[in-house]
Antibody, heavy 125, light 110 residues
Framework: QVQLVESGGGLVKPGGSLRLSCAASGFTFSDYYMSWIRQAPGKGLEWVSYISSSGSTIYYADSVKGRFTISRDNAKNSLYLQMNSLRAEDTAVYYCARDQGYCSGGSCSWYFDLWGRGTLVTVSS | QSVLTQPPSVSAAPGQKVTISCSGS????????VSWYQQLPGTAPKLLIY???KRPSGIPDRFSGSKSGTSATLGITGLQTGDEADYYCGTWDSSLSALVFGGGTKLTVL
């Protein structure tokens, strides 16, 4: 069964750290780029970070740059998000998503064709 | 404030057609491809449209996408109560080097 399952969410105090994991199954994980996307309570979607299939290329949203680190272990079919210096505004459901896309002739296509169910991170004292 | 602008809500009766707009700029929609996602209450988003107007396997042809200049549109025909959801547009922004989403549109089927 093709699926992504996130884990590791929970309640953490401001300034604290948390590590999220995403377990992939049913497809060749090492062939795909992957992203983390979050959704604050009652709010819209916000892309957080992206990692290429080999892990050699990584992007972050400005809101998390310098605090969050994305990584992957292709041997374990797993994606990770290390979150440090957490703030109240990081409170959200964090989704793991499989990327599809390409750039050609100056135009890029980038979309997410498979999503996990999400894991809730709450940052509060 | 989202980089892409969507109406907060739209509504229509069962069986009718509705369109949802997504407005951006030359650095995002104007020069890149748009995707659309459906998020049913309490669930994860699901891909509806990619590359402006392509449907993944399993998505009915009641859902369609189009793009003109710096705006994109999602169309849904033959509305059903099960279509009540939040809809998001997304695309790459070349200036920000980031994937950006619209703020989302809540569809109500009256």
């Amino acid at each position: 069964q093709v699926q992504l399952v996130e884990s590791g969410g929970g309640l953490v105090k401001p300034g604290g750290s948390l590590r999220l994991s995403c377990a992939a199954s049913g497809f060749t994980f090492s062939d795909y780029y992957m992203s983390w996307i979050r959704q604050a309570p009652g709010k819209g979607l916000e892309w957080v970070s992206y990692i290429s299939s080999s892990g050699s290329t990584i992007y972050y949203a400005d809101s998390v740059k310098g605090r969050f680190t994305i990584s992957r272990d292709n041997a374990k079919n797993s994606l990770y998000l290390q979150m440090n210096s957490l703030r109240a505004e990081d409170t959200a459901v964090y989704y793991c998503a499989r990327d599809q896309g390409y750039c050609s002739g100056g135009s890029c296509s980038w979309y997410f064709d498979l999503w996990g169910r999400g894991t809730l991170v709450t940052v509060s004292s | 404030q989202s980089v892409l602008t969507q109406p907060p809500s739209v509504s229509a009766a069962p069986g009718q057609k509705v369109t949802i707009s997504c407005s951006g700029s030359s650095s995002n929609i104007g020069n890149n491809y748009v995707s659309w996602y459906q998020q049913l209450p309490g669930t994860a988003p699901k891909l509806l449209i990619y590359d402006n107007n392509k449907r993944p396997s399993g998505i009915p042809d009641r859902f369609s996408g189009s793009k003109s200049g710096t705006s994109a549109t999602l169309g849904i025909t033959g509305l059903q109560t099960g279509d009540e959801a939040d809809y998001y547009c997304g695309t790459w922004d070349s200036s920000l080097s980031a994937l950006v989403f619209g703020g989302g549109t809540k569809l109500t089927v009256l």
